[in-house]
């Protein structure tokens, strides 16, 4: 889950099982890790806004909010060789969208911890036209290459069939359209490679957390290290979806030096990609 401020979005922690995320320090991939001229692999610049651009120039794939870039940004990035793709929430809705006071009837709850936002039912085809088919197809118009989606974690809040098969719709419905980084989900995941054996209709990659570093919420946001039990969980789950030949990114949040260590052995030990950063608001640095 990503932490944002009125204008911009955040990523979510998976399925409830941490709500602990570290924040500090800017380490990324090294340039074996990248494409050609590319000194960094993958950044996440949720915050970021269109005059943060050139900054952007040495990560070869970048995840941003599109909602807020022109059509005119995105060619910049994309002209520039890299790979672009934008933030989409799939699982709720917060009330600083335009779109919020249209679709504030389709909502759950209060998202916890974020009183801003609310958990969207995504069983209902409104909802799944405008995430699946309108916005995607607004954000696709840009020249992004495809979607970070947030909150399929909607699943593990209210776990039901009905939900389920909503989340399968509209992430089907973006699969058509770009590649698609589901971040954490993993109960929701878990449970659609069990069922169907494959994860190739859903998503394309996982994004996730907080593997390895951690943040207490409850302590002022006090930066630490994930228990030993989570970061087990965490590691078998992006393992999990490496086995159904699907990429990996790790998005930590640490400056503690063998932690980072630790990090990127091992995403170089099972060839994922990383991006560190010690931004709470995943702006550029």
């Known amino acids: 889950m990503i932490l944002k401020d009125n204008k911009k979005a955040r990523i979510r922690l998976t399925?409830?099982?941490?709500?602990?995320?570290?924040?500090?320090?800017?380490?990324t991939i090294p340039k074996t890790q990248a494409k050609s001229k590319f000194t960094y692999a993958y950044g996440v610049f949720l915050n970021a806004e269109p005059k943060d651009i050139p900054k952007m120039k040495n990560y070869y794939r970048v995840v941003i909010d599109a909602q807020y870039y022109s059509k005119k940004d995105v060619a910049k990035l994309k002209k520039a060789g890299h790979?672009?793709?934008?933030?989409?929430?799939?699982?709720?809705?917060?009330?600083?969208?335009?779109?919020?006071?249209?679709?504030?009837e389709l909502t759950l709850s209060v998202y916890e911890n974020?009183?801003?936002?609310k958990w969207v039912d995504v069983s209902k085809k409104k909802w799944q036209k405008?995430?699946?088919?309108?916005?995607?197809?607004?954000?696709?118009?840009?020249?992004?290459?495809?979607?970070?989606?947030d909150n399929v974690d909607v699943y593990y809040q209210y776990?039901?069939?009905?939900?389920?098969?909503?989340?399968?719709?509209?992430l089907k419905k973006l699969k058509k359209k770009g590649y698609v980084i589901i971040n954490g989900g993993d109960t929701y995941v878990?449970?659609?490679?069990?069922?169907?054996?494959t994860l190739k209709p859903v998503m394309s990659a996982v994004n996730q957390e907080?593997?390895?570093?951690?943040?207490?919420?409850?302590?002022?946001r006090k930066l630490g290290r994930n228990d030993k039990e989570n970061?087990?969980?965490?590691?078998?789950?992006?393992?999990?979806?490496?086995?159904?030949?699907?990429?990996?990114?790790?998005?930590e949040y640490t400056e503690d030096k063998s932690l980072i260590s630790e990090i990127k052995d091992f995403c170089k030990k099972n060839k994922f990609k990383w991006y560190i950063t010690g931004d709470v608001d995943l702006k550029v640095p």
């Open 15 to 27: 399925a409830g099982v941490v709500i602990l995320c570290l924040l500090v320090g800017m380490y």
């Open 83 to 104: 790979k672009v793709y934008s933030y989409i929430n799939l699982g709720s809705i917060e009330n600083f969208r335009p779109y919020y006071k249209e679709y504030e």
């Open 114 to 117: 974020w009183e801003d936002e």
């Open 130 to 149: 405008f995430i699946g088919t309108t916005l995607a197809n607004r954000l696709k118009k840009k020249g992004i290459d495809g979607y970070f989606v």
């Open 159 to 170: 776990h039901t069939k009905k939900i389920f098969d909503g989340v399968t719709t509209i």
């Open 190 to 197: 878990r449970a659609y490679a069990k069922k169907n054996h």
């Open 210 to 220: 907080t593997v390895f570093s951690a943040i207490d919420f409850d302590n002022d």
């Open 231 to 251: 970061s087990a969980y965490f590691k078998e789950y992006v393992k999990l979806v490496k086995r159904f030949k699907k990429d990996v990114f790790l998005l």
